[in-house]
């Protein structure tokens, strides 16, 4: 038993542990019993646990916390992981090497001084000559095999190859001693296949192509004789055209490398090229596999410097398409492989009998592959660190960075196949715009994006700005706190221009995090002093296993900090004195009379006599450091530390400080500096009269229409009463474009003109996504809200819609039609299926992330000693808005204002989506909502014991009782409570009959439930309904209650009889639908004094009820 309980100990450790690539060295966080292999988060690498450095258990809890579930647990994804061209390897990705390649072709490197020269000033010629690689071999490292985009190809070849390989096995004692590594598929394959078989690494694809072309120009006579039967002397042209490293084949012409340039390249490296295929593909007919032998150079020129001729390298087709190259290498400290004679293909555009005169065999036929002789990594390290000096040189930038932006700019927006020569020039751009940043957490890259529409007539930050300042001016700055921007104004171009010199990101796009600092053109980080740095500290007593930045140096531990007074000629001065003790580097230990010193001298400078100040600050200082305990150490707070750095140039004071605050956003408003000093009463009059407002002026304006649909027309030449002085927008007699998205994915931007009709709006959507108006339910804003059709008489009243608004538009069930033709079938999947893939590809990465965050949430709590519910309530950022848990509603069944749902993990609990305050509340049927927090369990108990006193002192079945809700409080009378029934949600579970239809309730009634101050005894009461029940918005969202774990069904179909069927009496607000058009609804206007206002909530349209069921 203590066994038993030994080892679940051991599976709860955490435990950390250090890249094994040298030029990587990233700390890894991972629970002991998870998988077997760890992905760094730097490089990209999957390591095998054993294969770790370093590893030890992880006992600081704050540690674990922060760096293994902090990200899953905020809903943070991270930062994006890293595609096989992005994967390094000793500090080298696919795309770096693709970066250099161009500048190996031009330069070489000095032995002696490691520095690049150009070849012609080293007599070598203009371009570097790949035969010099002619007797070179890559053999890749064991430990590498399994490297995603640098060991094993995975595209499929595996498969495909899977009979051609296990033959090669079996001749070679039946071990794994050939195998087919990953190249990039960017139209360079087969260089690129060559360039690993030769050096392991994609560096020399360029130079291999201009030395192709440049072969076969000068020996262009000799390839024609040799070839005149097969290739028409037309078609010379174009295959040298090809050969080009700027080759880009017209749109739909099949050009490309083929058998003709792998002929070539096996003349240019002086050394044999066997191209394999699999079984079948070698038996055919077709040229599918083939020897390639240097037949246009003599035997001689094709042997290495022991004499020997150069042993074939071998590349292979990756499927049956045979569109893609890939190398087949041999494994570093292992038999060379040898290809057995029944698979050697026959010479290729050559006499059979020059295949003994080129390749050396063995007894029995077969042919090793490669050979030994591989250059070096630290000679490849070498040459690439002076490729990269000459980079530097000429862009600017470092090709690290360069592969950085790639990965977190381009790829992050989708965009795709952009030459590495535009990714720089943008890369060079952003970094001259200061508009690079590195978030210290993750490592990611951030860029500082505004979009170009935003500053411009009608963009989002434009008219946030007229609209608060009024005429832009040229000689202010304008500041968006939100957007992290700081822009001036452009009158000539009439546009916002940023000014990135005073703006600086805050958070990271990707881990959330609020370490992130500008980064120069050769990647370096602009540290703050008490900075996280990269460099790998050996005796750090903060156990984070780095250096920190300081004033310039990089420290293996943060400084104390105390403070000290200086007193000298009446006048005293109070300092911090930052302390270092305990470096491994004794050099870098602070000297008590250096510290001294700068401080009398900053603070007295050339003050005769102060040497006697120097000394008592010395003592003082002595006095502070002086521990009787030397593991006595408090290093100061970094946000203290990041304070002090600030100080020195903080701004002065602004005689004028700024009367107002601009908050941009979903939400943009203005705060002005009277509301920040608002006492309690006076901010929650602003805030009823803020929120009455828009119902009271719907009323004003229904008012002034009906007079003025009953007054007289006025007589002829009778002056007009003056038109009420309105602000109008700066974009209103401009046109508006607006996102539109469908529920089936699908996406486009319509462009309204500024007297677009609700009608020609449906028509615009008809017309783009093929959706009858009839089928169309729109929404707009955030929380959407239903778009309503136009009231009779006002069909020609331009739709309430603005600039930028995001539209989404319902596909509601239409009747059942005769299946459509096969033709109209197919022309519509082909029309949608773009669409529908980016929606499913949407939803998947989502549904990924959410997947994440759950398990990670259940760990967290396992290793807590808890269960889910009793750690997740102390996290209640996890039940609002961008958390899990909302996340999982707003994906499995969309969010509506007080809709019922259960949650996963989390059972026995039923929540409600509180549109209002944006998050899910937990729901108790005899208490009411609650904010979820620590103390949610204590809150639902006192109001239970509430409501069990007020019950058993009132007693009577009839009497009226009091019952909470996250709206406020309600009275209702209890008599004759029926019994509820219905059909429960549950997230995942399939979906039910479509809920009862209901009526309209009265709108004091429904503005009493939405009050949020508390219950008195002088409260107005709702008003009664004519049958004499009082009228609610019906229980527990669209037609649908939970009561106390029985669901049941509404024996009425109306609101009153749904808040009574509840038992509990709380009434939810803006839960249904607006009410159906027509008589009931302008009914219910006039009776309720509110109207329509009442109902906006959860509604789809005017024309449907709760949870999209037509009412009637």
Same mark, same amino acid.
């Given at each position: 038993?203590?066994?038993?309980?030994?080892?679940?100990?051991?599976?709860?450790?955490?435990?950390?542990?250090?890249?094994?690539?040298?030029?990587?060295?990233?700390?890894?966080?991972?629970?002991?019993?998870?998988?077997? @292999?760890?992905?760094?988060?730097?490089?990209?690498?999957?390591?095998?646990?054993?294969?770790?450095?370093?590893?030890?258990?992880?006992?600081?809890?704050?540690?674990?916390?922060?760096?293994?579930?902090?990200?899953?647990?905020?809903?943070?994804?991270?930062?994006?992981?890293?595609?096989?061209?992005?994967?390094?390897?000793?500090?080298?990705?696919?795309?770096?090497?693709?970066?250099?390649?161009?500048?190996?072709?031009?330069?070489?490197?000095?032995?002696?001084?490691?520095?690049?020269?150009?070849?012609?000033?080293?007599?070598?010629?203009?371009?570097?000559?790949?035969?010099?690689?002619?007797?070179?071999?890559?053999?890749?490292?064991?430990?590498?095999?399994?490297?995603?985009?640098?060991?094993?190809?995975?595209?499929?070849?595996?498969?495909?190859?899977?009979?051609?390989?296990?033959?090669?096995?079996?001749?070679?004692?039946?071990?794994?001693?050939?195998?087919?590594?990953?190249?990039?598929?960017?139209?360079?394959?087969?260089?690129?296949?060559?360039?690993?078989?030769?050096?392991?690494?994609?560096?020399?694809?360029?130079?291999?192509?201009?030395?192709?072309?440049?072969?076969?120009?000068? +020996?262009?006579?000799?390839?024609?004789?040799?070839?005149?039967?097969?290739?028409?002397?037309?078609?010379?042209?174009?295959?040298?055209?090809?050969?080009?490293?700027?080759?880009?084949?017209?749109?739909?012409?099949?050009?490309?490398?083929?058998?003709?340039?792998?002929?070539?390249?096996?003349?240019?490296?002086?050394?044999?090229?066997?191209?394999?295929?699999?079984?079948?593909?070698?038996? @055919?007919?077709?040229?599918? &596999?083939?020897?390639?032998?240097?037949?246009?150079?003599?035997?001689?020129?094709?042997?290495?410097?022991?004499?020997?001729?150069?042993?074939?390298?071998?590349?292979?087709?990756?499927?049956?398409?045979?569109?893609?190259?890939?190398?087949?290498?041999?494994?570093?400290?292992?038999?060379?492989?040898?290809?057995?004679?029944?698979?050697?293909?026959?010479?290729?555009?050559?006499?059979?009998?020059?295949?003994?005169?080129?390749?050396?065999?063995?007894?029995?036929? &077969?042919?090793?592959?490669?050979?030994?002789?591989?250059?070096?990594?630290?000679?490849?390290?070498?040459?690439?660190?002076?490729?990269?000096?000459?980079?530097?040189?000429?862009?600017?930038?470092?090709?690290?960075?360069?592969?950085?932006?790639?990965?977190?700019?381009?790829?992050?927006?989708?965009?795709?196949?952009?030459?590495?020569?535009?990714?720089?020039?943008?890369?060079?751009?952003?970094?001259?715009? +200061?508009?690079?940043?590195?978030?210290?957490?993750?490592?990611?890259?951030?860029?500082?994006?505004?979009?170009?529409?935003?500053?411009?007539?009608?963009?989002?930050?434009?008219?946030?700005?007229?609209?608060?300042?009024?005429?832009?001016?040229?000689?202010?700055?304008?500041?968006?706190?939100?957007?992290?921007?700081?822009?001036?104004?452009?009158?000539?171009?009439?546009?916002?221009?940023?000014?990135?010199?005073?703006?600086?990101?805050?958070?990271?796009?990707?881990?959330?995090?609020?370490?992130?600092?500008?980064?120069?053109?050769?990647?370096?980080?602009?540290?703050?002093?008490?900075?996280?740095?990269?460099?790998?500290?050996?005796?750090?007593?903060?156990?984070?296993?780095?250096?920190?930045?300081?004033?310039?140096?990089?420290?293996?531990?943060?400084?104390?900090?105390?403070?000290?007074?200086?007193?000298?000629?009446?006048?005293?001065?109070?300092?911090?004195?930052?302390?270092?003790?305990?470096?491994?580097?004794?050099?870098?230990?602070?000297?008590?009379?250096?510290?001294?010193?700068?401080?009398?001298?900053?603070?007295?400078?050339?003050?005769?006599?102060?040497?006697?100040?120097?000394?008592?600050?010395?003592?003082?200082?002595?006095?502070?450091?002086?521990?009787?305990?030397?593991?006595?150490?408090?290093?100061?707070?970094?946000?203290?530390?990041?304070?002090?750095?600030?100080?020195?140039?903080?701004?002065?004071?602004?005689?004028?400080?700024?009367?107002?605050?601009?908050?941009?956003?979903?939400?943009?408003?203005?705060?002005?500096?009277?509301?920040?000093?608002?006492?309690?009463?006076?901010?929650?009059?602003?805030?009823?009269?803020?929120?009455?407002?828009?119902?009271?002026?719907?009323?004003?304006?229904?008012?002034?229409?009906?007079?003025?649909?009953?007054?007289?027309?006025?007589?002829?030449?009778?002056?007009?009463?003056?038109?009420?002085?309105?602000?109008? @927008?700066?974009?209103?007699?401009?046109?508006?474009?607006?996102?539109?998205?469908?529920?089936?994915?699908?996406?486009?931007?319509?462009?309204?003109?500024?007297?677009?009709?609700?009608?020609?709006?449906?028509?615009?959507?008809?017309?783009?996504?093929?959706?009858?108006?009839?089928?169309?339910?729109?929404?707009?804003?955030?929380?959407?809200?239903?778009?309503?059709?136009?009231?009779?008489?006002?069909?020609?009243?331009?739709?309430?819609?603005?600039?930028?608004?995001?539209?989404?538009?319902?596909?509601?069930?239409?009747?059942?039609?005769?299946?459509?033709?096969?033709?109209?079938?197919?022309?519509?999947?082909?029309?949608?299926?773009?669409?529908?893939?980016?929606?499913?590809?949407?939803?998947?990465?989502?549904?990924?992330?959410?997947?994440?965050?759950?398990?990670?949430?259940?760990?967290?709590?396992?290793?807590?000693?808890?269960?889910?519910?009793?750690?997740?309530?102390?996290?209640?950022?996890?039940?609002?808005?961008?958390?899990?848990?909302?996340?999982?509603?707003?994906?499995?069944?969309?969010?509506?204002?007080?809709?019922?749902?259960?949650?996963?993990?989390?059972?026995?609990?039923?929540?409600?989506?509180?549109?209002?305050?944006?998050?899910?509340?937990?729901?108790?049927?005899?208490?009411?909502?609650?904010?979820?927090?620590?103390?949610?369990?204590?809150?639902?108990?006192?109001?239970?014991?509430?409501?069990?006193?007020?019950?058993?002192?009132?007693?009577?079945?009839?009497?009226?009782?009091?019952?909470?809700?996250?709206?406020?409080?309600?009275?209702?009378?209890?008599?004759?409570?029926?019994?509820?029934?219905?059909?429960?949600?549950?997230?995942?579970?399939?979906?039910?009959?479509?809920?009862?239809?209901?009526?309209?309730?009265?709108?004091?009634?429904?503005?009493?439930?939405?009050?949020?101050?508390?219950?008195?005894?002088?409260?107005?009461?709702?008003?009664?309904?004519?049958?004499?029940?009082?009228?609610?918005?019906?229980?527990?969202?669209?037609?649908?209650?939970?009561?106390?774990?029985?669901?049941?069904?509404?024996?009425?179909?109306?609101?009153?009889?749904?808040?009574?069927?509840?038992?509990?009496?709380?009434?939810?607000?803006?839960?249904?639908?607006?009410?159906?058009?027509?008589?009931?609804?302008?009914?219910?206007?006039?009776?309720?004094?509110?109207?329509?206002?009442?109902?906006?909530?959860?509604?789809?349209?005017?024309?449907?009820?709760?949870?999209?069921?037509?009412?009637?």
């Amino acid at each position: 038993m203590s066994l038993l309980l030994s080892s679940k100990k051991k599976d709860k450790r955490i435990l950390s542990g250090t890249c094994p690539d040298p030029k990587c060295q990233a700390r890894l966080f991972f629970p002991a019993h998870g998988s077997v @292999s760890i992905e760094c988060t730097d490089c990209g690498q999957r390591h095998e646990q054993k294969n770790l450095l370093n590893v030890e258990e992880v006992t600081d809890p704050d540690v674990v916390l922060h760096n293994l579930l902090r990200n899953a647990l905020l809903g943070v994804t991270g930062a994006p992981k890293k595609g096989t061209e992005l994967v390094k390897v000793m500090g080298l990705s696919n795309y770096h090497c693709k970066l250099l390649s161009p500048l190996l072709t031009r330069y070489g490197m000095d032995r002696q001084t490691g520095k690049a020269q150009l070849l012609r000033d080293m007599n070598q010629g203009e371009v570097f000559d790949c035969s010099l690689l002619g007797d070179r071999a890559f053999l890749i490292e064991p430990e590498h095999v399994s490297t995603m985009g640098y060991g094993k190809d995975r595209s499929g070849s595996l498969i495909y190859l899977h009979d051609t390989l296990e033959e090669v096995k079996k001749s070679n004692g039946n071990g794994e001693c050939l195998i087919p590594v990953h190249v990039d598929g960017d139209g360079h394959c087969l260089v690129h296949a060559v360039s690993r078989a030769l050096v392991g690494r994609e560096l020399f694809w360029h130079a291999l192509r201009e030395n192709l072309k440049q072969n076969f120009k000068q +020996n262009l006579d000799h390839y024609k004789a040799l070839f005149q039967d097969f290739i028409d002397a037309a078609e010379w042209e174009d295959i040298i055209t090809e050969c080009d490293p700027l080759f880009v084949p017209p749109e739909g012409v099949p050009l490309g490398l083929r058998n003709i340039h792998i002929f070539g390249l096996a003349n240019v490296l002086h050394r044999p090229i066997i191209l394999l295929d699999s079984l079948s593909g070698m038996r @055919s007919s077709g040229d599918y &596999s083939a020897t390639f032998l240097p037949g246009l150079v003599a035997e001689d020129q094709c042997r290495g410097k022991d004499g020997k001729l150069n042993k074939p390298i071998c590349i292979a087709w990756s499927s049956s398409g045979r569109n893609h190259y890939i190398p087949l290498v041999g494994i570093k400290s292992s038999v060379l492989p040898k290809l057995p004679a029944r698979l050697l293909p026959k010479a290729w555009g050559v006499p059979q009998e020059l295949i003994r005169r080129y390749i050396k065999l063995e007894p029995d036929g &077969s042919c090793v592959i490669g050979g030994d002789r591989s250059l070096q990594d630290k000679y490849l390290m070498r040459l690439v660190n002076a490729m990269e000096e000459v980079f530097m040189e000429k862009h600017k930038i470092h090709p690290a960075l360069v592969a950085d932006v790639h990965q977190y700019v381009f790829r992050r927006t989708g965009v795709i196949g952009v030459q590495p020569e535009e990714v720089t020039e943008a890369a060079k751009k952003l970094v001259l715009e +200061n508009r690079l940043h590195r978030c210290l957490n993750c490592s990611a890259l951030v860029e500082l994006h505004v979009p170009q529409d935003w500053l411009g007539p009608g963009g989002k930050l434009y008219n946030l700005a007229k609209s608060t300042h009024g005429q832009l001016r040229v000689d202010k700055n304008y500041s968006f706190p939100l957007n992290n921007l700081v822009c001036s104004y452009d009158p000539q171009q009439d546009v916002l221009v940023p000014d990135y010199t005073l703006s600086s990101l805050n958070t990271c796009t990707w881990c959330h995090g609020t370490s992130v600092r500008h980064i120069h053109g050769n990647g370096s980080v602009v540290y703050l002093d008490g900075d996280r740095t990269n460099t790998r500290s050996q005796g750090g007593k903060c156990g984070c296993g780095f250096k920190h930045f300081w004033e310039g140096r990089e420290y293996d531990n943060l400084p104390e900090a105390f403070p000290i007074t200086l007193e000298w000629g009446g006048r005293q001065v109070r300092e911090t004195v930052y302390w270092f003790q305990y470096e491994m580097d004794s050099a870098l230990n602070s000297n008590v009379y250096d510290v001294a010193m700068k401080l009398v001298t900053k603070h007295f400078p050339g003050e005769f006599g102060s040497e006697i100040l120097v000394q008592k600050v010395v003592n003082t200082i002595l006095h502070h450091t002086a521990k009787k305990n030397p593991d006595d150490y408090n290093p100061v707070s970094i946000e203290r530390a990041h304070a002090q750095h600030g100080a020195p140039d903080a701004p002065p004071a602004d005689p004028q400080p700024p009367t107002k605050i601009i908050l941009t956003g979903q939400k943009a408003k203005t705060l002005h500096k009277e509301e920040l000093t608002m006492s309690r009463a006076e901010r929650s009059i602003q805030q009823s009269i803020g929120e009455h407002a828009a119902a009271t002026q719907k009323r004003h304006t229904d008012k002034l229409k009906q007079e003025q649909r009953g007054a007289t027309s006025p007589e002829p030449g009778s002056p007009s009463a003056p038109a009420t002085p309105t602000k109008s @927008s700066p974009a209103a007699n401009k046109e508006k474009k607006i996102r539109v998205s469908t529920s089936d994915g699908r996406q486009a931007t319509l462009t309204l003109q500024a007297s677009t009709t609700f009608a020609e709006l449906q028509r615009g959507v008809a017309r783009q996504f093929a959706i009858p108006p009839e089928q169309q339910c729109i929404r707009f804003g955030f929380p959407p809200k239903g778009l309503a059709s136009p009231r009779e008489g006002e069909e020609n009243e331009p739709v309430a819609l603005q600039h930028g608004d995001r539209v989404t538009v319902e596909i509601l069930k239409g009747p059942d039609k005769s299946p459509a033709p096969s033709e109209a079938r197919g022309r519509h999947e082909a029309k949608t299926e773009e669409a529908l893939t980016s929606g499913r590809t949407s939803g998947r990465e989502l549904q990924e992330s959410i997947d994440l965050e759950i398990s990670s949430l259940c760990l967290l709590a396992t290793l807590m000693g808890e269960d889910v519910w009793s750690y997740a309530k102390t996290l209640p950022h996890l039940f609002q808005r961008g958390g899990v848990f909302y996340n999982i509603v707003m994906k499995d069944m969309g969010l509506m204002d007080g809709k019922h749902c259960t949650l996963p993990h989390l059972s026995g609990k039923t929540f409600v989506y509180n549109a209002a305050d944006e998050r899910l509340e937990l729901c108790v049927d005899a208490a009411g909502h609650f904010q979820i927090g620590p103390d949610v369990e204590e809150r639902v108990k006192g109001a239970l014991v509430q409501v069990g006193a007020r019950g058993s002192r009132e007693g009577s079945p009839a009497h009226s009782v009091l019952r909470l809700g996250s709206g406020g409080v309600v009275r209702k009378k209890e008599q004759n409570v029926a019994a509820f029934q219905g059909k429960g949600h549950s997230l995942g579970s399939a979906g039910g009959s479509s809920p009862p239809e209901h009526r309209p309730i009265h709108a004091p009634a429904l503005a009493a439930a939405r009050t949020s101050a508390p219950a008195s005894p002088g409260a107005p009461r709702p008003v009664p309904d004519p049958r004499g029940h009082h009228a609610g918005a019906g229980a527990h969202g669209a037609g649908i209650c939970h009561h106390q774990g029985r669901p049941r069904r509404r024996p009425r179909r109306d609101g009153a009889a749904a808040a009574e069927a509840a038992g509990d009496g709380v009434v939810h607000p803006g839960l249904h639908g607006a009410p159906p058009e027509g008589a009931d609804g302008r009914r219910q206007e006039r009776r309720g004094g509110r109207g329509r206002g009442a109902w906006e909530g959860g509604a789809k349209d005017g024309r449907t009820g709760g949870d999209g069921e037509p009412a009637r």
